[in-house]
């Protein structure tokens, strides 16, 4: 079992940048792939960035690419989402996930209880 503790969300303006973390519990985090996804009042979750186990390996959804950075350190047991360049868009809560086997866009064993991310225009 893993929990999934996600920090770091706030109020920022468009333009800034915010980092998320997610602290994970259990002995096998390194063993597992790591995800971020959003969900934005009235819509459905999705896909925001993914890691693989040893960090070499990263995707991104086609609307932050290029802004947002997915890393992890897994000493800390600790996955990381860099944000920048936030537009109001990015708005949404964000969920930190952990994939037993493999990586990528879904589907997820666990979840984090999420955090809120809100950039005002």
């Known amino acids: 079992q893993v929990q999934l503790v996600e920090s770091g969300g706030g109020l920022v303006q468009a333009g800034g940048s915010l980092r998320l973390s997610c602290a994970a519990s259990?002995?096998?985090?390194?063993?597992?792939?790591m995800g971020w996804f959003r969900q934005a009042p009235g819509k459905e979750r999705e896909f925001v960035a993914a890691?693989?186990?040893?960090?070499?390996?990263?995707s991104y959804a086609d609307s932050v690419k290029g802004r947002f950075i997915i890393s992890r350190d897994n000493v800390k047991n600790t996955v990381y989402l860099q944000m920048n360049s936030l537009k109001p868009e990015d708005t949404a809560v964000y969920y930190c996930?952990?994939?037993?086997?493999?990586w990528g866009r879904g589907p997820y064993d666990y979840w984090g209880q999420g955090t809120q991310v809100t950039v005002s225009s």
């Open positions: 996930a952990a994939k037993r086997t493999g």
């Open positions: 890691i693989n186990w040893a960090g070499g390996s990263t």
């Open positions: 259990g002995r096998s985090f390194s063993s597992y792939g």
